[in-house]
């Protein structure tokens, strides 16, 4: 046992827009490489950290969770603000706290909350292209809405999941998969208590195809029941895709996760 060595539990935020992703990539900008370099100005990591979830090129987050083993003589309540002062103006630790010995941040998880936010109107807004997805043509928000009620509960999603993942199995419980209009932003809400690769992305592609009126009500739930991704829709884009909340044995999910009208932030 090395003396000093404490496990932590951080929340980061990110705009995932210049990086490729959470996990180390040769050559590539990562937020687990960033993280990594200035947890090592402040003591000894032990070994690599671990994430809540292996966020894609272009994914943001509000909640990430990352637990990582360290030597410092900072004090836990200063080492969020030891770690801002070393971090690059896009990413943020916003807590940090001491986590039980053995603490895995993505084993351990048993629900996370993603977000996914569609401007619908005609205009681009340059204030907002790096987090969200423009599609200038009318969305009915309703109708994705009804298509997304038919999507909630314990299923197989192998129709929306893409090649590349390596889970084992495809059977995830969607708690809540709910679409709300805010003027002219339309934001989707996923709970799961895990996800397949891309699994909120192809789900948001597949219900803009109902809300632009090309596909019926019924389609993304038959879609779900033939489990053939080639069916789908396409794969909407990682800008509009935000990883909200994680949450752990003991945690209550419901009263942590925002609910529709509510201020993600």
Known sequence: MVAGLRTYRLVLEYDGTDFHGFVRQP????????????????????QPVTAAGRTDAGVHARGQVVGCRLVTTVPTGRLGRALNRLLPRDLAVLTAATA???????RDAVGKLYSYRILNRAAPAPLLSRQV??????????????????????????????????????????????????????????EADGFLYRMVRNLVGTLVRVGEGAWEIERPA???????????????????????????????STTAMPTPGSDPS
């Not at 200038?136 to 009804?146: F, G, I, N, S």
């Not at 314990?154 to 419980?173: I, L, M, N, Q």
């Not at 909407?236 to 209550?252: D, F, H, I, K, W």
Request: one cysteine or more; a positive charge.
């Open 100 to 106: 039980p010995e053995g603490f895995d941040a993505c």
């Open 222 to 252: 038959r879609i779900l029941a033939g489990g053939d991704r080639r069916v789908a829709g396409p794969t909407a884009p990682a800008r509009g895709l935000c990883l909200e909340l994680v949450s752990y044995p003991g945690e209550n």
């Open 27 to 46: 050559g590539r900008r990562t937020v687990q490489e960033e993280l990594e370099r200035a947890l090592a100005v402040i003591g000894g990591l032990a």
């Open 133 to 190: 997805w423009h599609h200038p043509r009318p969305l009915d928000a309703a109708a994705m809405r009804r298509a997304a009620g038919d999507l909630v509960g314990r299923h197989d999603f192998r129709a929306y999941r893409s090649a590349g993942g390596s889970a084992k199995t495809a059977v995830r419980e969607v708690k809540r998969l709910e679409v709300e209009r805010e003027g002219d932003l339309i934001i989707f809400w996923c």
